[in-house]
């Protein structure tokens, strides 16, 4: 009784500020974790300069796989967090944008969505 009710709008617009004031939240979160893998990646560069350096492995097709394998766990991190801010993109311009909606089905997933997912 002593309450107001508030215009559906604006109960609106402040729930499309706070999910855009939160998206912005979890992409500065992705970018420090960004900076601190790049990190972690150079310490990594130099660890593997300073040990595959002594005779360790066999063959070089040794070495070679064991780097290779450290590379592709970096990537894959790498194209994960890509995916996660692909995603956190696609929200923020259905919520800015909700009327263009390009290239996407009923299951929100693009067609470059197919396409990475056919590798």
């Given at each position: 009784?002593?309450?107001?009710?508030?215009?559906?709008?604006?109960i609106i617009e402040?729930?499309?500020?706070?999910?855009?004031?939160?998206?912005?939240?979890?992409?500065?979160?992705?970018?420090?974790?960004?900076?601190?893998?790049?990190?972690?990646?150079?310490?990594?560069?130099?660890?593997?300069?300073?040990?595959?350096?002594?005779?360790?492995?066999?063959?070089?097709?040794?070495?070679?796989?064991?780097?290779?394998?450290?590379?592709?766990?970096?990537?894959?991190?790498?194209?994960?967090?890509?995916?996660?801010?692909?995603?956190?993109?696609?929200?923020?311009?259905?919520?800015?944008?909700?009327?263009?909606?390009?290239?996407?089905?009923?299951?929100?997933?693009?067609?470059?969505?197919?396409?990475?997912?056919?590798?």
């Amino acid at each position: 009784m002593g309450r107001k009710e508030q215009d559906p709008g604006v109960i609106i617009e402040r729930a499309f500020a706070t999910t855009l004031q939160s998206l912005a939240d979890i992409q500065r979160n992705i970018s420090l974790v960004l900076g601190a893998k790049a990190a972690e990646s150079e310490k990594v560069r130099g660890w593997l300069q300073y040990h595959l350096k002594e005779p360790i492995f066999e063959t070089n097709t040794d070495r070679l796989s064991v780097c290779m394998l450290i590379h592709e766990q970096q990537i894959e991190v790498i194209e994960g967090l890509a995916k996660l801010c692909n995603g956190l993109s696609r929200n923020m311009k259905l919520i800015l944008h909700p009327d263009q909606v390009d290239g996407q089905d009923a299951g929100g997933s693009s067609e470059n969505e197919a396409e990475d997912s056919g590798r």
